[in-house]
Each structure stands twice: as C-alpha cells, then as structure tokens.
C-alpha cells in the first residue's frame, strides 16, 4: 500500500465514524423531541434560522441544533422567564427555513429576544407546557 491509499483509507475512517457519531446523536434527539427552528436575533430579512429539535425537561425547554455534535442543548428557555409577544405566519423567504406549516413566535426570555418556529401541533403542546406551572407557582399575564 501507497501513502496515498494509507492517507485515504484513514480519512474514510474517520468521515465514517464522524457520520455514524452524528447518526446516532441526531437519531437519539429525534427520539421524544419535536422539530423547532430557532432565530436568536429577529430580524426581516428571513435570515438566521438554525434547525434543531426541542425537548421538554421540567421547568425548561431544550433545543438541540441539528448541525451541532455538541452533547448538550445550545439553548434552555426556561418557562417561568419565556414570554411570548407576537405569533405570525412565515413571510416568504423564511417559509423556505422553517418547518413546513409552522407558526412563528416572538419571545421574550427575560435576557434577550428569540423566534421560535414549528408546526401547529407542535405550538399546542408547546402552549400547554408554557401555560402549565406546579401546584401553587405563579404565572405572568400574558405568558
């Protein structure tokens, strides 16, 4: 054998490994998640959407981003901070971005402003989950 097929060879492992590593993670987060797009900055030119999966843990919402093999989420909205302050349809452009059907939502978290987008079916669970609080916690009006 050559350097070249050596080189070769080594490199097909690990682009293999990395693949399966990926599959496993992206299959792993599918598995009790909801697909959710997600914009940290809003803005109307359509662009900044990341495509992730969401995941409920108590008092907290987990997104996980699709192109990341980070193991744990990027973002954690927590439900007693999350304010929703606006739900619209995808303009165009960003139709194309999103989950097909989705509704976008406006957040606020108490830091900072996201939108979030996904499906109908996914926005009622995710309602009730937002709406949803333990015996005796309080919720804002409005939230």
């Not at 927590?78 to 165009?92: H, W």
Request: aromatic share 8%; with cysteine.
């Amino acid at each position: 054998m050559g350097i070249g097929q050596i080189v070769g060879l080594v490199l097909l492992v690990v682009i293999l490994g990395t693949s399966a590593l990926a599959f496993r993670r992206l299959w792993r987060l599918r598995q009790g998640g909801v697909d959710v797009a997600l914009r940290s900055s809003p803005n109307d030119t359509g662009r900044g959407w990341r495509q992730g999966v969401g995941r409920y843990r108590g008092d907290g919402f987990a997104w996980f981003r699709f192109s990341s093999l980070r193991s744990g989420p990027h973002r954690v909205l927590d439900r007693e901070q999350l304010q929703i302050v606006e739900r619209r349809g995808p303009t165009a452009p960003e139709s194309y971005l999103v989950p097909s059907g989705s509704v976008v939502l406006r957040c606020r978290t108490g830091v900072d402003e996201l939108e979030l987008a996904m499906r109908q079916d996914t926005l009622t669970g995710f309602l009730s989950w937002l709406e949803s609080a333990p015996p005796g916690a309080k919720r804002r009006p409005g939230s």
